[in-house]
């Protein structure tokens, strides 16, 4: 149910495998995360590998989104625009509805009118690439929250009283209706909470089948490797 690969580089691991599945089909989806790890995966495909992907043929959809306008330092949009969506040629680009009190059910009616359905009508991405907080979270589905429990809604703006902020956040039954769903995980302070996940523990441990890319320093946990 879940595999890991440790891995010296496991962005550039990573970056090998989302150009296969992005290249294998017509179209290709695939859902981003933010926060800081992805970066360089990002940057990778829109460089290194950027003629290995038909760019034209890719639409890319966002995982989760902060409370902030768009430009803020803070808009995971923003770093996925800058290091990947305006370096490549002809690809689409679904951003999440910033600040916008209708942002879940509009960006839902993306999601319903951009992707293919399974037989339960959930729309199916070829790829949702994860990362996971030091408190076992994953995408904006945070220990204790609301969104944890939602098996109806596609997408949802979650409360978040942790951070005292609300995310906009893929939920679970489109999570699980991906073709695949795949892990980065990097540094020190992600080898307890990963080892826990890996035990099913915590947000992220809820998200099966699953692989994981992660670096040594994360991968050290009793369960990885
Ligand atoms: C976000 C995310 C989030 C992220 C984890 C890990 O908005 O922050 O999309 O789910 O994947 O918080 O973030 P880091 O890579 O910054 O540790």
Excluded: C
């Excluded at 034209?56 to 902030?68: A, C, G, K, Y």
């Excluded at 040629?89 to 942002?103: E, F, L, Q």
């Excluded at 695949?180 to 523990?201: N, S």
């Amino acid at each position: 149910m879940r595999t890991v690969h440790v891995h010296e580089d496991p962005a550039q691991e990573l970056a090998v495998r989302v150009a296969e599945v992005l290249a294998s089909g017509n179209p290709t989806s695939v859902a981003l995360s933010g926060g800081s790890t992805p970066r360089r995966l990002y940057r990778l495909l829109a460089t290194e590998y950027r003629d290995r992907i038909p760019w034209d043929r890719v639409s890319l959809f966002q995982v989760d989104e902060r409370w902030v306008e768009p430009d803020d330092p803070d808009s995971n949009w923003r770093m996925i625009r800058e290091e990947l969506v305006d370096r490549v040629p002809g690809v689409t680009a679904h951003p999440v509805p910033h600040r916008d009190p209708r942002a879940a059910e509009r960006y839902e009616e993306t999601l319903r009118s951009a992707l293919p359905r399974n037989d339960a009508g959930i729309p199916v991405f070829d790829l949702v690439l994860l990362g996971m907080g030091a408190d076992g979270h994953t995408a904006s589905l945070f220990p204790g929250t609301a969104a944890l429990e939602e098996r109806d809604r596609l997408v949802v703006v979650n409360e978040v009283p942790q951070l005292d902020t609300r995310r906009i956040t893929l939920t679970y039954p489109v999570i699980e209706a991906a073709r695949r769903r795949w892990f980065l995980v990097a540094g020190p302070d992600k080898a307890e909470p990963l080892a826990r996940v890996l035990e099913g523990e915590f947000p992220a441990g809820r998200v099966v089948p699953a692989e994981f890319y992660v670096d040594p320093a994360a991968g050290t946990g009793p369960s990885a490797g």
